[in-house]
């Protein structure tokens, strides 16, 4: 009485031959794009060989949260996907062309 073996069998092998199919489309897919403008500024702290370290000691433009990147203090808002460096003159609206790192 041949049971469930060759089933199990044939079920077995058809898993086997599929891994290697999920395996390679998994590999094809590209690494997710960066979501949020935090996001984008840690990619871009990390290009520069820098990290992105949140200040939580710092208070930031509008109550914003602020990180440091370098020498750099740097106001995000998420909402309004922008930024704010504080410089001498107080926070200004920047870009990332504009900071110094």
């Known amino acids: 009485d041949d049971g469930g073996d060759g089933k199990r069998d044939a079920a077995a092998a058809t898993r086997r031959m599929q891994a290697p199919q999920q395996q390679s ?21 990390q290009e520069h060989g820098h990290a992105l370290t949140p200040r939580t000691d710092k208070k930031g433009f509008m109550d914003l949260p602020v990180y440091q990147v370098a020498d750099e203090l740097i106001a995000v808002d998420g909402r309004r996907e922008a930024m704010y460096r504080k410089t001498s003159e107080g926070w200004q609206a920047c870009s990332l062309q504009d900071l110094k790192v």
């Open 25 to 45: 489309s998994r590999r094809r897919m590209a690494p997710s794009a960066p979501t949020t403008l935090r996001d984008v500024l840690e990619e871009f702290a």
